[in-house]
């Protein structure tokens, strides 16, 4: 299901799907949450998988001048705090990847553990 979220006056769009431990799956650079499909209807077979188009991709608004890992991994916390979840596991392609480690750099405790995807 579709949802959006406000951040800094701007709309990030993402999908949640299934139930069960929460997963998160970050694209990478000039992708959209699009690239996930099968493995992420796959994955929600066992987990709640969230799927975000971030900043600048997708649907989701952008916020120029730049586009920094630590403004994208605030729109993840952003995420986390609409959808009550403490707690996930993070999955980061490409430009998702270094999302990912900002995130963990800056939320450590809101993570069970991470994975870096070429």
């Known amino acids: 299901m579709k949802r959006e979220v406000k951040?800094?006056?701007?709309?990030i769009i993402y999908q949640v799907s299934g139930m069960g431990l929460p997963l998160v799956l970050l694209h990478g650079f000039l992708l959209t949450s699009g690239i996930w499909g099968k493995?992420?209807?796959?994955?929600?077979?066992?987990y709640l998988v969230i799927t975000p188009d971030l900043p600048?991709?997708?649907?989701?608004?952008?916020?120029?001048?730049?586009h920094s890992m630590n403004l994208m991994a605030e729109v993840v916390l952003r995420i986390l705090?609409?959808?009550?979840?403490?707690?996930?596991?993070?999955?980061?392609h490409?430009?998702?990847?270094?999302?990912?480690?900002?995130?963990?750099?800056?939320?450590?405790?809101?993570?069970?553990?991470?994975?870096?995807?070429?």
């Open 7 to 11: 951040f800094q006056d701007r709309r």
């Open 39 to 46: 493995f992420r209807d796959l994955l929600a077979q066992k």
């Open 56 to 66: 600048g991709h997708g649907m989701s608004d952008d916020y120029l001048p730049e």
């Open 81 to 92: 705090e609409k959808e009550h979840l403490q707690k996930v596991y993070l999955i980061g």
């Open 94 to 118: 490409s430009m998702g990847g270094y999302v990912t480690l900002a995130f963990r750099e800056q939320y450590p405790e809101r993570l069970k553990a991470f994975a870096l995807l070429n």
